[in-house]
């Protein structure tokens, strides 16, 4: 049962790939690349503008999912909702009052860019094994801190999150087991030792 389940997995993957690419978290993250890769200005209709795993998505598809950009008023951190969320997201407000988002980018504010890179970035470390393992491409390179790379990873990339977590375990787990095995063998071999003590 279990090597059968192994076999078929990567057929399972491929179908959930497709699957996610047609929800809203995938169209959003997309969305997101997109949105660091290109001022939203210089969006030609119909250009494409993300491409990983043979999946491409052009703008037009884009803007026709629904998706607008956000601004905070404050820092102009731009992000992205879905048209249906819009008007509650544009009724937020400040503790002051205020309006915290707008469609209109606040003038004379520069937002605060990180220089954190997504884990999934092309110029990551571990991207070869990455790609081996057929984790997703992400050109996130303004994140801000730790905290905010972890979550960018949790909700940005779900899959590809619960994939390396999944991995992390499995390392541990095997760490686990090892020291395990060497606390068992230095137990016998003390054992052993104070017996041959004895028997001397
Ligand atoms: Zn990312």
Same mark, same amino acid.
């Given at each position: 049962?279990?090597? +059968?389940?192994? !076999? /078929?997995? &990567? ?22 690349? #997109? $949105?660091?890769? /290109? ?6 209709? +119909?250009?494409? /503008? ?10 037009? $598809?884009?803007?026709? #999912?629904?998706?607008? !950009? ?9 992000? =992205? ?9 544009? $009724? ?6 205020? !309006? ?8 004379? =504010?520069? &937002? ?12 990551? &470390? ?21 905290? #905010? ?5 949790? !909700?940005?990339? &779900? ?6 977590? *999944? ?6 787990? *095997? ?11 230095? /137990? ?13």
């Amino acid at each position: 049962m279990e090597a +059968g389940g192994e !076999y /078929i997995r &990567p057929a399972v993957q491929e179908a959930e790939e497709h699957m996610t690419m047609h929800d809203n978290v995938a169209v959003e993250e997309m969305l997101r690349d #997109a $949105e660091d890769a /290109i001022e939203p200005g210089d969006l030609a209709t +119909g250009q494409v /503008i993300s491409q990983s795993q043979d999946m491409t998505m052009t703008t037009s $598809e884009l803007q026709s #999912a629904g998706w607008v !950009y956000v601004y905070d008023t404050l820092t102009a951190d731009r992000s =992205v909702v879905n048209r249906n969320m819009l008007p509650q997201q544009l $009724e937020k407000r400040r503790l002051d009052g205020s !309006y915290a988002f707008s469609t209109r980018r606040p003038e004379g =504010v520069d &937002p605060i860019r990180g220089q954190l890179k997504c884990l999934l970035h092309d110029d990551g &470390p571990n991207r070869e094994r990455y790609n081996s393992m057929g984790l997703v491409h992400c050109v996130k390179s303004n994140l801000l801190t730790e905290l #905010a790379r972890e979550r960018h990873m949790k !909700y940005r990339h &779900p899959r590809a999150f619960a994939t390396l977590e *999944d991995e992390r375990r499995r390392e541990d787990r *095997d760490a686990e087991r090892l020291e395990r095995i060497a606390l068992t063998d230095s /137990i016998r071999a003390m054992a052993d030792s104070n017996r041959g003590a004895k028997d001397a």
